[in-house]
């Protein structure tokens, strides 16, 4: 299902193919977060405008509203929020986690309390592989334990071991349902910031088999140079014909960055994230709209880029919406920021093609000038 183009030859950098269910993509790429099925502020009809590829949904959340009987009545995910294009679900087990005061965990699963409406929960591997099932998403996520950071190492090894008994359940169960006739199920690496146990982890999953690969447990809090760290680690376990996934990853400075490691599949809940609080992401870096200097500023937001936004609409009237608390001048920076993330997939992908990827980064790295943030916020919390 997938089939590598070709790499540069000064870096790590790939190019390559993702078949799926519901049509190919181009690697490396990038998925807007559209946790509860819609990319917030946007709609299906503005991810096809923006050239989109692929978004990311949560079972987690599907699951407890609006309901799987609501999806499976409408004939699947992909019917439910009329988006004909692939989805991954992830499978909620972050969110699942960060329920620190709501959850028990145990070798069956995690029992946990909606944040909903209180309700008893068991989220068991068998049952995360059914609830994708039933969505009816192109990729699919096993239920792992992320452990959090900082993290002891008697944590971090039950985490392993956990993630692991999971990933083989999860495997099983998938099969008994049908394997992988119309989704893709990737297995995901744990082991926090300890490197024999990231080398354990990644060798246990490998050897489970799967169509793909995910480093998941980063960026989770600590220092980006520890996210990469760990990537340094496990790339050289992961097999070089299967795609590869940072997840939760991260500022664009980080996703040029990753590419030259070998990575070709992100997500994360930035673009619109900050812009609903007012920042906007260009070729020179982040601007925060609501500035003064903003005020007189009747440029676009990007003077490089060639968006809806930017060919329409300058900074002062951003500026004007944003401090006017205007829903449409939220919607404007989400617009314009997951354009400059896909838009940036696109510049990746040439310049690999063309083999000058090196050159690239050090171009796109020298003129963005933002200073990589190992903060947390590629990832989708439950409150996002």
């Not at 592989?129 to 993290?151: F, H």
Request: charged share 20%; proline share 4%.
């Amino acid at each position: 299902m997938f089939k590598l183009l070709s790499r540069d030859t000064k870096t790590k950098a790939r190019l390559g193919v993702l078949k799926t269910a519901h049509g190919e993509i181009q690697t490396p790429f990038f998925m807007p977060v559209g946790t509860n099925g819609v990319v917030k502020t946007l709609s299906a009809r503005d991810l096809l405008e923006l050239g989109a590829q692929i978004m990311l949904s949560n079972a987690y959340h599907l699951f407890l509203r609006p309901g799987l009987e609501v999806i499976e009545q409408a004939g699947g995910l992909h019917q439910f929020i009329h988006w004909d294009k692939p989805i991954l679900t992830d499978s909620g087990g972050y969110q699942v986690f960060s329920l620190t005061k709501l959850r028990k965990i145990s070798d069956q699963g995690v029992e946990f309390q909606s944040h909903f409406d209180g309700s008893a929960q068991l989220f068991t591997p068998e049952k995360v592989m059914l609830i994708q099932k039933v969505l009816g998403s192109d990729i699919i996520m096993p239920l792992d334990e992320c452990a959090p950071y900082p993290c002891e190492r008697k944590q971090a090894e039950i985490s392993v071991r956990r993630t692991h008994l999971w990933a083989k359940e999860s495997k099983e169960a998938f099969q008994k349902m049908g394997g992988d006739k119309n989704q893709l199920l990737f297995g995901i690496i744990q082991g926090a910031t300890y490197r024999d146990l990231r080398e354990l982890s990644a060798e246990q999953i490998t050897g489970i088999g799967f169509a793909g690969y995910a480093i998941g447990g980063v960026s989770v809090g600590e220092p980006v140079e520890d996210m990469f760290q760990v990537l340094s680690w496990v790339e050289p376990f992961l097999p070089g014909d299967y795609p590869r996934y940072f997840m939760g990853i991260g500022l664009p400075d980080q996703i040029v960055r990753a590419v030259a490691e070998g990575v070709d599949m992100f997500d994360t809940c930035i673009p619109t994230r900050y812009g609903r609080n007012g920042t906007a992401f260009t070729s020179k870096g982040r601007v925060i709209i609501r500035n003064a200097e903003n005020i007189h500023d009747h440029g676009p937001l990007d003077e490089t880029c060639d968006c809806f936004v930017c060919r329409n609409y300058s900074r002062s009237y951003i500026r004007h919406l944003v401090r006017s608390h205007e829903i449409t001048g939220l919607t404007f920076l989400s617009y314009h920021n997951v354009y400059f993330y896909v838009n940036l997939m696109k510049k990746i992908r040439l310049a690999i093609q063309e083999n000058r990827y090196q050159e690239f980064q050090r171009d796109f790295l020298g003129a963005y000038c933002s200073p990589s943030e190992g903060n947390g916020q590629g990832a989708v919390d439950v409150a996002d």
